[in-house]
């Protein structure tokens, strides 16, 4: 069987042939001359196909060394099987044993086959005559036929990147091609961020004089072609972010003029290739967020002393810190974090002088942190966090001078924090929490901390009092001390912190007055739980102002005055239940007299709600008599119009509530509602403006309006939101999360009892006119009674209220009691449709049988991030890995907030603190 497949360039198109006969302009692709009985040599001539890709000599009677240039060179062993007197390194027979069987066994097998061995010879003439007879294969027709080979394996182009690849323009003009001027040869193909799908065609690899490959953040899919080896000048090779899978062909060790290599951001596998070695010109390699398995290559670090960056973060590499590392004297940046590297740090990393960023962060690493390390004058970040180390950390830390991130965390590192700490004035971030640490602070350690943002000792035994010092701290936006033993007053000097947005206190032992000032006045009261010796308004301790400012050290309320504070509570709140029956008795009795049981509400009650009472005229007036037109917003529990109040032309939003659907008995919860609406103030939440009442009539709140509306609208409207520019950045998304977060963290903790929202949804979500994220309809369940007047959660008959399909929490079918954790899985899902664009109700699922949004996000994430992009918004830009790390972290958080088990989820406290902490690690890398 013989098989020769041809390819003719006419008129900048390209078709195939099958015709073994001469067609003009042809070049030889595929020859397969498997299963015939052809003996004798095979002739070295081949190696001159330039743009051979498929061999296949298997079983026939060849004999000899194997010839090993040109496209030979990556022949696969298996096109030679079944030929019994090959030799050389394809056959795993050594030539000199070939040469020993040659005068017998040979010239017997040639003497008794019927083919003599000139036919393979003269086949060859006739084939290598055809070709030579047709068109030339000249570098400018080899590297056109590439290029069109390589638009021919495009499937997908949405921005028309290769519009302009046309036989009307020579190839050298087409976007993204550049060339030598002096010959037309192709010197870049620089293509990135094009949105293009398809594979990467293997023609690439006859394009010999390609100086630059970059290919990256597209959709490109496969795996990668070992034709790409025959590119021995390349000097950068960029096929990141894509959707790559399998092994890294080993022939890319012969582009031995390599300088930059990234194949980070795909779903590549395998070990990382011995022969790497070899790439001794290299400068940064990096193949971050990947699955590579199995140790470092040992000949890597022998041989690529060049290399200034190296990233090998989320992998899955394993075994100990090779101590050759170290004679990689270069480096600048070196990444082997989120990997299984156990065993020690290597103490030979000290001889990295010029190391600017050390990052060993989750992996499982012992032992204690070598003091060689701070012998790197030059290291700006420190990061060996979630590993396993142990002991003290040094003193010598002081010498780091240029360390701007220290992040230790989640280890077992134990003793007191270092007074060298306090001589590390460039210092932007120190997060040591979750250790170990003992002891007091030491004297002055934040005395020459100006530009400290960032400081995080929690979850450690530190003690004492805390002694910050006036005028300190002054850049701090986070601080974190809480699970420790801190003891004493809360520093006032806290108040003065004027850009401090983050403060937890908890669970220590402070004692005395809240300050008021500053971050305090909007301060969630769960950042000062677990301090008894606290008092003030943030607390549940009495705070009289004839009583001293500061309670003695370790002294507690006495039992005669806590009984005095719980009588006065009670008998207060007995008062208002008696007041309130009082009137719902009147307006029972005295149904012929209503206008005067409405003066008796607004006289006895309203006073206490804080809130203005409008007459039904005036939102009548405002809403053009509730007209259809000024709609904006349905749902089962109410309809929102807008609408402007006569007085001053206010612009507000009217949620007027269909309580014709529900039972009468909601009436006795409304105004109790209206008073706890009335106390919640937060700057997430929306406003309640007021009210309005007329008994068996209208029922209505009054809130701010917010010119730009919904998170529904953000998502899934490209109609009302206009400029969808701001939603690119990821960072953005991100604030609008933590915006979010607050909000529910106050409901949940900010009342006398956690108010759950039970509905929370995108359209639920509303944007001021500085796209400020607002939660609104956090008190209508509660309104409708579904929520009993004592705080408890218990499931009323009106159970179809409790949520929107697609956003309810599971255990809502079974529970009969509801919980903050209802609200924690609808934010997750909520999360997940911010990222994705797709609502949790239209997801396509298989056999048509749909997944929820949480599993479709599940699925992607167990995949890696080649398998986590494609689900992502595609207006969300990932312009770097740390956009892609944060959307991932993101979704990761989604996943864990929708966990069907209860207990599984976090609170939406913790929720906000791993949002918080991702800001702020953005923030560190892209400023």
């Known amino acids: 069987m013989v098989r020769i497949f041809l390819r003719k360039i006419q008129n900048g198109r390209s078709g195939r042939y099958s015709e073994p006969w001469y067609c003009g302009g042809l070049y030889l692709l595929s020859l397969d001359l498997s299963l015939n009985a052809f003996d004798g040599d095979i002739p070295k001539s081949l190696e001159n196909l330039a743009v051979l890709l498929y061999l296949n000599l298997s079983f026939n ?29 394809k056959t795993h027979r050594s030539c000199e044993d070939y040469s020993l069987l ?14 003599p061995k000139t036919e393979m010879a003269a086949l060859w003439f006739v084939l290598l005559t055809l070709l030579h007879t047709a068109m030339p294969a ?44 002096s010959d037309n040869s192709v010197l870049s193909i620089d293509l990135p961020s094009r949105g293009l799908n398809g594979t990467i065609s293997p023609f690439l690899g006859n394009i010999s004089t390609l100086r630059h490959l970059h290919l990256s953040s597209n959709s490109f899919r496969g795996t990668l072609p070992s034709q790409l080896g025959n590119l021995k000048k390349v000097w950068s090779l960029d096929l990141g972010r894509n959707l790559l899978r399998g092994a890294i062909p080993i022939s890319i060790c012969n582009c031995t003029s390599l300088m930059y290599l990234s194949l980070s951001f795909n779903s590549l596998s395998g070990s990382l290739p011995p022969c790497w070695g070899s790439l001794y010109k290299l400068q940064v390699l990096d193949v971050k967020y990947n699955t590579f398995h199995g140790p470092l290559p040992n000949d890597l670090l022998i041989n690529c002393t060049g290399l200034v960056n190296l990233d090998l973060g989320n992998n899955k590499l394993s075994g100990i810190l090779n101590p ?8 600048e940046i ?82 007191s924090l270092p007074q060298g700490i306090k001589d590390l004035e460039n210092l932007l971030f120190l997060d040591v929490s979750a250790n170990m640490l003992s002891g007091k602070l030491p004297v002055n350690i934040f005395s020459k901390l100006h530009l400290l943002e960032r400081l995080d000792l929690s979850r450690n035994k530190l003690a004492g009092e805390l002694a910050l010092g006036e005028g300190l701290l002054q850049r701090l936006t986070y601080l974190d001390l809480s699970l420790n033993a801190f003891d004493g007053a809360i520093p006032k000097s806290l108040e003065n912190l004027a850009v401090l947005s983050y403060l937890n206190l908890s669970f220590n032992k402070f004692q005395g007055p809240v300050p008021e000032c500053g971050i305090f006045e909007h301060l969630d009261p769960s950042s000062l739980q677990g301090n008894l010796g606290l008092y003030g308004a943030k607390t549940h301790g009495s705070c009289e102002s004839g009583k001293p400012k500061l309670f003695p050290k370790k002294a507690r309320l006495s039992k005669k005055t806590l009984l005095l504070v719980a009588l006065s509570s009670s008998l207060g709140l007995l008062l208002v239940l008696v007041t309130a029956a009082i009137i719902t008795k009147r307006c029972r009795t005295r149904r012929s007299s209503r206008e005067e049981c409405k003066r008796d509400i607004e006289t006895e009650i309203a006073p206490v709600l804080g809130l203005k009472r409008f007459a039904e005229k005036d939102l009548e007036f405002a809403t053009n008599f509730f007209s259809e037109a000024n709609v904006i917003g349905k749902s089962n529990l109410s309809t929102v119009y807008t609408g402007r109040l006569a007085d001053g032309g206010k612009r507000i939003a009217v949620k007027r509530l269909n309580l014709h659907q529900f039972p009468s008995e909601t009436n006795k919860c409304f105004f109790m509602e209206l008073r706890t609406l009335g106390i919640l103030k937060h700057r997430n939440l929306v406003k309640v403006a007021g009210y309005a009442w007329e008994p068996d009539r209208l029922k209505a709140l009054v809130l701010e309006f917010m010119e730009n509306g919904s998170l529904e609208n953000v998502i899934h409207d490209d109609v009302v939101v206009l400029d969808r520019s701001r939603w690119k950045e990821v960072s953005e998304r991100l604030r609008v999360c933590i915006s979010v977060a607050n909000g529910l963290v106050y409901l949940h903790t900010g009342y006398d009892f956690p108010i759950v929202h039970c509905d929370l949804k995108p359209s639920n979500i ?16 509660r309104m409708l009674n579904i929520h009993s007047p004592s705080g408890s959660s218990i499931m009323s008959t009106s159970f179809a209220l409790l949520g929107t399909i697609g956003y309810m929490a599971p255990e809502l079918a079974y529970l009969t009691k509801v919980t903050t954790k ?29 997944p929820s949004l949480p599993e479709l996000v599940a699925e992607a994430l167990a995949g890696g991030v080649g398998k986590v992009l494609p ?4 207006d969300m830009e990932l312009t770097s890995s740390r956009d892609v790390q944060v959307a991932v972290r993101l979704l990761d958080l989604a996943g864990t907030c929708t966990q069907a088990q209860v207990a599984a989820r976090p609170d939406m406290s913790n929720v906000l603190s791993s949002l918080l902490k991702l800001r702020e690690e953005y923030r560190q890398v892209t400023t």
């Not at 170290?326 to 480096?331: E, H, S, Y």
């Not at 609200?823 to 749909?850: A, C, I, N």
Request: hydrophobic share 35%; with cysteine; proline share 6%.
């Open 871 to 874: 689900v992502l918004d595609r």
């Open 61 to 89: 009677k060849l004999e000899g060394p194997v010839p090993e240039g040109g496209n030979l060179e990556f022949l696969e062993p298996s096109s030679l099987q079944g030929n019994l007197g090959l030799c050389g390194a």
């Open 138 to 181: 000249t570098p400018d027709n080899v590297q056109l036929e590439a290029l069109m080979a390589f638009k021919d394996s495009i499937t997908g182009d949405p921005q028309d990147a290769l519009a302009g690849w046309t036989s009307s323009a020579h190839h050298c003009s087409w976007p993204g091609i550049s060339c030598d001027p």
């Open 766 to 781: 509303l944007f001021d006119q500085e796209w400020e994220a607002h939660v609104s309809d956090f008190g209508a369940a």
């Open 334 to 415: 070196l990444h082997l974090n989120d990997n299984l590297f156990s065993g020690q740090i290597p103490p030979d990393i000290g001889n990295l002088a010029h190391l600017q960023e050390l990052h060993l962060e989750r992996n499982s690493i012992e032992g204690v942190i070598p003091v060689q390390i701070f012998e790197l004058r030059q290291l700006n970040v420190l990061h060996l966090h979630q590993n396993r180390l142990t002991g003290s950390i040094p003193d010598a830390i002081s010498r780091l001078h240029m360390l701007y991130d220290i992040n230790l965390n989640n280890n077992q590192l134990n003793s």
């Open 822 to 850: 209802v609200d924690v899985f609808s934010f997750g899902v909520v999360l997940m449709e911010f990222l994705t664009g797709r609502r949790p109700t239209e997801v396509e699922g298989k056999d048509g049988h749909p």
């Open 324 to 331: 050759r590392i170290g004679k990689l004297t270069k480096l």
């Open 102 to 115: 040659t005068p017998r066994y040979c010239s017997k097998k040639r003497a008794a086959s019927g083919h």
